[in-house]
Structure formats: structure tokens, C-alpha cells
């Protein structure tokens, strides 16, 4: 078993989708992530919240021998973001959002954790994700994941931060939006050329591909969901859900990469079917295999 | 081995991409079906064209056993549409469309046409393609694919065509066009209760996949191709690889049906590499073996 550590934001979300209107949700990339992950392996969490975040409803985090021991609880209020999706789930908007304590996080890894084996650098500022990876000896496997407001706002150090990691989690606009190719294949070509051996290409609605720069190429389609309640999070708990398998398995292989991808696809599916992460607390071991082997059998040729 | 009717149009088209502009391309559903179909399986054919029509350039078909003897050569010239791609591939506006002989097309299937296995609509007028259902007897499997079009301007007669056949081809849009629903898992489910106990929805670079009304939920990628030439007539080969496999394995169960789904997939693959016919005139059986192994490659779960 490898160890896992997640640096990323710990927030409380106001969400508005066509099922209805969920307040103040535990969220935020390193808790969407550790749901996931946790599910196959310990995660060790570096946040922070503010002194109003309701600990209680991460307890189930504990449970799982998740650390929560570096979420740092500092004057003033947790992250606090509202968004409204419109009744497709195509899109949404941002309502608001108020970093509070978020602003000034600056995370600092404790000795203990500065060893980790597999790192995930959520989603946020790339210089902050620049310093973790520089507090972090010799990790086994770093995964990066990132987004719009980043590649247009902070590219020069996203860049930079791409350039060292091993793999890079990144939805189809996105990846299009770093490279500049509309094409995919040459998209992901020129990613791997930016750095990263391992590229992960989120595709919604049609699944997930993994580009490895020898050539692997691996696809897995989303398990077809005719209730999305929430997509939010669904990304950080897809990585966590990767991550996690990696961890379980143990090893770094071509094979672990692909069941790494469909766990990944299997916590995802779960995300979306409820409110924040409350389908990630009740899951349970025996509907994870029941998912997973729905998903192997969509793609079995016989 | 089972045996297989096409019926739709046959065309000259002038095509403008990224990668340059051909002039005069063989093309239309029926010939493009029956350049990925033929691949697999001896096609029969009806459709017609003008006296302007290039034999010469399908003479490849008939060296495939594709029976050409209903292809009608009518008085006046061949249906010609022109059309221009955007650069990246995503949308395409129409430039001209000469429906000429096809204007007064009306498919009359020969006899010994009419007790044919597996039956392939193209995309025409609903009502032409209730016609042909009307002459066959007792198929085996029909297959039918449709456009927007007919779902706008035709919807009446479509619903009654769709009624009726064993299996619909269709995009992410016109599953979500004909059903109402965004959503595609409950869209096709809404599409099963319409008729087809078996719909395929194609969904460009992401792939396809195939649902049975019972249940069985398969999903394959497109495979990566970095230098797309010209997207005409994918769905149309993808449809003819689909049924020629289907042929070629002569019985119709959950396995057949992905293995055809896997021949659909490889066809539009190569449709794509060049303009119109040209790239499925040149594939040999050994790039078509290659193809298939990449494919069954990117899905294999160790």
C-alpha cells in the first residue's frame, strides 16, 4: 500500500442544480478528493478551514484512517463558494465566492508527510502547487490537476509546474485551451511534451481516456447515470478514486494505470448522485464491485 | 454468412476541409455504407445516379461482390452536394445541395432483393424508407439511421419508420432531438420505448456506444487520429463496418453486436484519413486487423 497526500481547498458550497438546492455542502478539491480515495486507501489532507467548518460531517473521513490531522483550522471563515447549474448540467455559473481563510492558505507540509509516495495537487493557485512539490522528497508519482481560470491567469507558472510532474488530469476543453490543438490525439501530444508521461482526459458525459507518451492508450465510458443530481466534484473524486486504487495496488504499472482509471470512473458515478459528498459518505464496498463490474462489462468484447 | 441490402442515396461531392478541397467525390449514405460494409460481407445495393455518374471509380465495389445491378442510372445528373468543415471539424454549413435524379427517387426492391438478412435505411426520406420496409419480407435485422431534417420537417412519418425497425443509428443530438431529453442515458431509454430494441449512438471523437433494450450497455472510443481529413461519410461507414460484421459472423447476439460495433468503429476510422471514399478503397485486410487489435488494446482492463 502507498501512501497518499492531497494539498487542495476545503470549502463549504452553496449548490443549485435541476434537483434542487443544497446549502453550505463539505466540499472543495482535497475533501471531494480524500471521499474518493479513501474508499481504497489512507490520505493524509493538507487545507485549511475557518473556525465555522461543522467537522462532524467529515467524520466518516476518519473512519476511513484518513489524517486530517494537517487541515488547519485559522481565524475566520472556511472558503465558501455558490454556484447554479443550469437544467442540462451542461454549464454553470458562479454565484460567489468568498476565499476567507483560503486567501491566505500557504501550505506547508509536515515532515512526516514530505515523503509521501503519491502526491495529488488539487486544483489550486500553480505557485502554491510549485511550493508543495518542492517540500516533497522524491515522490513515487505526482498527479496535477488544474483549470480555466489558471491557463488564462497564471499559465507561466502552470507551465512550470507541468513541466515536473508525472501526470496531469485535464477535461477536453482544458486540454485544448493549454495546447492550442482542437485535436485531442495532437493535444495530448503536446501535453506530453510539456512534461507530463500521463495524461488523463475527462470527457464527461462519454467518459474518461488515459494517454500514456509511449503510446498506451486506455478509454473507459461513464456509466450511464439517468439521475445527476451534482456534478460538483465529480473531477476531484474521479482523481481520488485513481489515486486511491494506485495506492491499493501498490505498484506503478500499465495494468494499475487502467484499474486505476476505472475506479476512478467508479467513484465519479457515485458523485454525481447526490448533494456535495453525501453519496461518497453511504457507499458501500459491495455497490463499489456491483459498479465496477458493470463498467468492466461495458467493455468486454467477447 | 447473411446477406445485406442498402438503400439510400448515391452522390457527387465537392468537399472543403482544413486539409484542402475534392471535387466530385463519390459519396452518399448508400455508397459510403457499402465501402465499410463490403469490407466484410457482399452488399447489395439500390439507389440511383445520373448519366454523369463515374462508374470507373466504384469499380472496387463490384471486385468486393457488392451486386450494383439496382443502382439506377436515370435520365439528368447524379445528386451532388457540396459542403464546407469549419477548421477544427466541429460543424460544417451546406454550399449547395443539386438533388437532380435523386429529386423523383423512388426504391423499388427487386425481387430476389427482397428476402434479404440484414437491411441497412440510409438516411432518406422517411416515407421512402418506410416504402422499402413495405417490400421486404421478413428481414432478420433493420438498421436505421436518420438526420435532423427528417426529425424537424418529417417527424410523423420517422416516428412510424421507427417503429418499426429493429435498430437506430443516431448522434448525441438527434437521440436528445428526438427524445427531448438531454440526458442520453434516459434518452434512449425513452428511444427503446419508440421501437428499436437496439439503438447505437455515435458520439464523434468520444466513440459510440450500443444499448439493448435489455439492458446490455457496451462502449467503445474512436480510435486517436491526429491528421483528420474529411468527416463525410463516417456514420455511413461506421454503419456499413456495423452490418458487414454482422453478416460476416451470420448470427445476431449480445457478442456479434459488440464485435459489430468494434468493425464500425475501425471503418470510420480509416473514413476519416482521406476525402470521400479514397481511404476505404486503399485499407487491406492486414491495416484492418492492426486497427482492430489497437482498439480491443485501448479497452482491455488487466
Known amino acids: 500500500m502507498n501512501s497518499i497526500l492531497v494539498v487542495g481547498s476545503a470549502a463549504l458550497d452553496t449548490i443549485e442544480t435541476a434537483a434542487g438546492k443544497a446549502d453550505d455542502c463539505v466540499g472543495g478539491s482535497a475533501l471531494y478528493f480524500t471521499a474518493g480515495a479513501s474508499l481504497f486507501a489512507p490520505v493524509s489532507v493538507v487545507s485549511v478551514v475557518g473556525k465555522d467548518f461543522p467537522h462532524k460531517k467529515i467524520e466518516f473521513l476518519a473512519q476511513r484512517k484518513v489524517d486530517l490531522g494537517s487541515l488547519e483550522i485559522a481565524d475566520g471563515k472556511t472558503f465558501r463558494w455558490g454556484g447554479?447549474?443550469?437544467?442540462?448540467?451542461?454549464?454553470?455559473?458562479?454565484?460567489?465566492t468568498e476565499l476567507n481563510t483560503f486567501e491566505t492558505f500557504e501550505p506547508k507540509i509536515p515532515e512526516h508527510l514530505q515523503n509521501t509516495d503519491l502526491l495529488f495537487l488539487g486544483n489550486i493557485l500553480p505557485e502554491l502547487q510549485m511550493s508543495v512539490l518542492n517540500q516533497i522528497t522524491k515522490p513515487k508519482f505526482v498527479l496535477?490537476?488544474?483549470?480555466?481560470?489558471?491557463?488564462?491567469?497564471?499559465?507561466?507558472a502552470l507551465l512550470q509546474v507541468i513541466a515536473k510532474v508525472d501526470a496531469i488530469v485535464v477535461n477536453d476543453e482544458e486540454v485544448r485551451q493549454l495546447t492550442g490543438f482542437v485535436n485531442i490525439p495532437k493535444a495530448v501530444k503536446k501535453l506530453h511534451s510539456m512534461g507530463p508521461k500521463l495524461v488523463i482526459v475527462k470527457r464527461g458525459e462519454h467518459g474518461a481516456t488515459l494517454h500514456h507518451v509511449d503510446g498506451d492508450f486506455f478509454a473507459l465510458p461513464a456509466l450511464p447515470i439517468e439521475e445527476v443530481v451534482d456534478p460538483t466534484g465529480c473531477g476531484d473524486s474521479f482523481a481520488g478514486g485513481f489515486i486511491g486504487r494506485l495506492a491499493m495496488e501498490g505498484v506503478l504499472t500499465p495494468a494499475t494505470f487502467r484499474r486505476a482509471l476505472v475506479s476512478g470512473t467508479v467513484v465519479a458515478s457515485f458523485t454525481v448522485q447526490a448533494f456535495g459528498l453525501d453519496r461518497l459518505v453511504t457507499v458501500t464496498p459491495s455497490e463499489l464491485a456491483a459498479q465496477e463490474a458493470k463498467l468492466l462489462s461495458a467493455v468486454r468484447v467477447p
Open 84 to 96: 447554479r447549474y443550469d437544467k442540462n448540467l451542461l454549464s454553470r455559473e458562479t454565484l460567489f
Open 144 to 156: 496535477l490537476d488544474t483549470m480555466n481560470l489558471w491557463i488564462n491567469h497564471r499559465l507561466e
